[in-house]
């Protein structure tokens, strides 16, 4: 079965850091572009970031560009989102998401990020 499963989040003061990973079962993970997006309270879902396959060329949006770092493990089946300088405003769950090679959408389950005082 294909599933994605994010862990790592957490609740952490401003300024503080966490590193979010996303895990694949039933397929291997570094054969797929993987992105990371997240949803806070009232909002839609957004894109945070991605990373290609398989060369791994990165992309983020503009508001965590410079605190937010993707990469993959593939001897751990695993792509991290190591978050840094984290804001109150990051306060979201976080998702990982891949399309496979039949345009089928993978989603995780999420995993919760608090960044408050």
């Known amino acids: 079965q294909v599933q994605l499963v994010e862990s790592g989040g957490g609740l952490v003061q401003p300024g503080g850091s966490l590193r979010l990973s996303c895990t694949a079962y039933?397929?291997?993970?570094?054969?797929?572009?993987i992105g990371w997006f997240r949803q806070a309270p009232g909002k839609e879902r957004e894109g945070v970031s991605c990373i290609s396959r398989p060369g791994g060329s990165t992309q983020y949006e503009d508001s965590v560009e410079g605190r937010f770092t993707i990469s993959r493990d593939n001897a751990k089946n695993t792509v991290y989102l190591i978050m840094t300088n984290l804001k109150p405003e990051d306060t979201a769950v976080y998702y990982c998401?891949?399309?496979?090679?039949?345009?089928?959408?993978?989603w995780g389950k999420g995993t919760l990020v608090t960044v408050s005082t």
């Open positions: 998401y891949t399309k496979d090679l039949d345009d089928r959408d993978y």
């Open positions: 039933g397929f291997t993970l570094d054969n797929y572009a």
